[in-house]
């Protein structure tokens, strides 16, 4: 069975710091998905990343970055010089791939609320 | 273009107490999805459809929950008759039809609160 762990279940910071939000995955498929989801105040999913399996690539998009590691299960979120409009809650999910249609459910963690203080 | 639309956003009832959800999702996305989240929980897939069919519905409560997707478009959840571990926010989603060797990105709606009294 598929599991997503988020231990952090609340992180605050100062705004400028720069935060981490850890993710830790089950999975005993060798082709899988893994994303990153915010969730505003407002309740909203708003989609962050995707990441396929086959590729461990680091990936910087402005001041979020995402760090893959296979050996460890685990993809880990980073912002960098963090704002107030970061306050959210931070969900990490994980799908298998699958070839046929209709495309796979998420299982998501936990999430980690993140407070970003003046 | 426009995104996933879910109505009502609030709604308040008194347990065994019936509710309808209805969703519209992106147009032209074949798989639709509704996910219950319950506070401080993420969310969990209840069903998942694809065009009107359903692909995965495992984890319905199927003795009080049932969803349809007639015309492969709009979709209902209703539950009936509800009780007070039902309340939550019930989310959908969709997604375009999956492609070869790649994850399908969800898109999600506003959800609905619902609180069972």
């Keep these: 069975a598929q599991k997503v762990t988020q231990a952090q279940t609340e992180i605050s910071v100062v705004e400028k710091e720069d935060v981490t939000l850890d993710c830790v995955y ?31 690539q680091n990936e910087i998009s402005g001041r979020y970055s995402w760090n893959f590691q296979k050996s460890t299960s685990s993809f880990n979120f980073t912002i960098t010089a963090s704002q107030v409009v970061d306050s959210a809650v931070y969900f990490c999910a994980l799908s298998e791939a699958r070839i046929t249609g209709g495309g796979n459910k998420l299982t998501f963690g936990t999430g980690t609320q993140l407070k970003v203080e003046l | 273009e426009a995104g996933v639309a879910q109505s009502p956003r609030y709604k308040i009832i008194e347990k065994r107490q019936s509710v309808a959800f209805w969703c519209n999702p992106i147009s032209g996305h074949a798989t639709l999805y509704w996910y219950q989240q319950i506070l401080g929980q993420g969310p969990k897939l209840l069903i998942q459809f694809q065009n009107n069919g359903v692909v995965d519905d495992s984890q319905l409560p199927k003795d009080r929950f049932s969803a349809e997707r007639l015309k492969g478009v709009d979709s209902t959840l209703k539950i009936q008759p509800a009780k007070l571990e039902d309340s939550a926010v019930y989310l959908c989603a969709s997604t375009a039809h999956i492609r070869l060797a790649s994850g399908n990105e969800q898109f999600f709606g506003p959800g609905t609160r619902l609180t069972v009294l």
């Design chain 1, 26 to 56: 089950e999975t005993r498929d060798t082709t899988y998905y893994l994303f990153w989801y915010k969730q505003p105040p407002s309740g909203e999913l708003v989609f962050l990343i995707r990441r396929n399996s086959f590729d461990e």
